[in-house]
C-alpha cells in the first residue's frame, strides 16, 4: 500500500517561504512517478512540477519556475518542494501525487493514482 504524507504547509507573507516534504510509505520513491500538485479553493488541482527518477531533470510550471524547487532524498524516502518568493496566487492545498513508474508523465492529475491529503498553503499580501 503506498502511503503519502505531506506536511510543512503553513501561512507565510508574501515574498516568503515554506518547504513542502512528501514522506512515502510502502514503495520506493524510485519507482514511482511523482511530483507536486496544488489546488485553490474552487479550482481544479493544477501541475506545479515533477522530477525525473534519476533527479537530473525537472519539470515547472510557468507560473513557479524560478521560485520553486522540487528534490528528492531517496534515503529518506522523502519528496521536497521549496518556495521562495511566494506569491498570495500561491495559496492552496498542495499534493504530491504518485503514479506506478511505467506511467508516463502526465499534467494531468487523473493520471495519478495515489494521493495524500495534502498541506494548506496560505500566503498573505
Known amino acids: 500500500q503506498v502511503q503519502l504524507v505531506e506536511s510543512g504547509g503553513g501561512l507565510v507573507q508574501a515574498g516568503g517561504s515554506l518547504r513542502l516534504s512528501c514522506a512515502v510509505s510502502g514503495r520506493t520513491i524510485t519507482t514511482l512517478r511523482m511530483g507536486w500538485f496544488r489546488q485553490a479553493s474552487g479550482n481544479e488541482r493544477n501541475f506545479v512540477a515533477a522530477i525525473s527518477f534519476g533527479g537530473g531533470t525537472t519539470i515547472y510550471a510557468d507560473s513557479v519556475k524560478g521560485r520553486f524547487t522540487i528534490s528528492r532524498d531517496n534515503a529518506k524516502n522523502t519528496l521536497y518542494l521549496q518556495m521562495n518568493s511566494l506569491k498570495p496566487e500561491d495559496t492552496g492545498v498542495y499534493y504530491c501525487?504518485?503514479?506506478?513508474?511505467?506511467?508516463?508523465?502526465?499534467?494531468?492529475?487523473?493520471?495519478?493514482?495515489?494521493w495524500g491529503q495534502g498541506t494548506q498553503v496560505t500566503v498573505s499580501s
Open positions: 501525487p504518485a503514479a506506478d513508474w511505467s506511467t508516463p508523465f502526465s499534467y494531468s492529475p487523473t493520471d495519478y493514482r495515489y
